[in-house]
């Protein structure tokens, strides 16, 4: 599976960026799905999950600013983040997995400073 994400970019605090990934496996629908964030100088982190099923799991410090939902028919998925914060800033990297195999996008920058 290729994941081509995007929708980064700089925002100011408290402001919304949505995230989508492309998936190019015709498959998608069958894929649990994930977006994960890596700040510099930390280790990548979960963000929030969706299963084929459509249960979305979220990192606490997501829960009630991003929603994650994905469209089987588009082979995409998003993660709107609304109400950013500075220590949001990172980059951000879909996921895809179908064990055992595990797919990962080229990431996408999210920068939260005024």
């Known amino acids: 599976v290729q994941l081509q994400a995007s929708g980064g970019g700089l925002v100011q605090p408290g402001g919304s960026l949505r995230l989508s990934c492309a998936a190019s496996?015709?498959?998608?629908?069958?894929?649990?799905m994930a977006w994960y964030r890596q700040a510099q100088g930390k280790q990548r982190e979960l963000v929030a999950a969706i299963t084929s099923g459509g249960r979305t799991n979220y990192a606490d410090s997501a829960k009630g600013r991003f929603t994650m939902s994905r469209d089987n028919a588009k082979k995409t998925v998003n993660l709107q983040m609304n109400s950013l914060r500075p220590e949001d800033t990172a980059v951000y990297y879909c996921n895809a997995v179908l064990a055992p195999s595990n797919y990962w996008g080229q990431g996408t920058q999210v920068t939260v400073s005024s």
């Open positions: 496996r015709s498959a998608f629908s069958i894929y649990n």
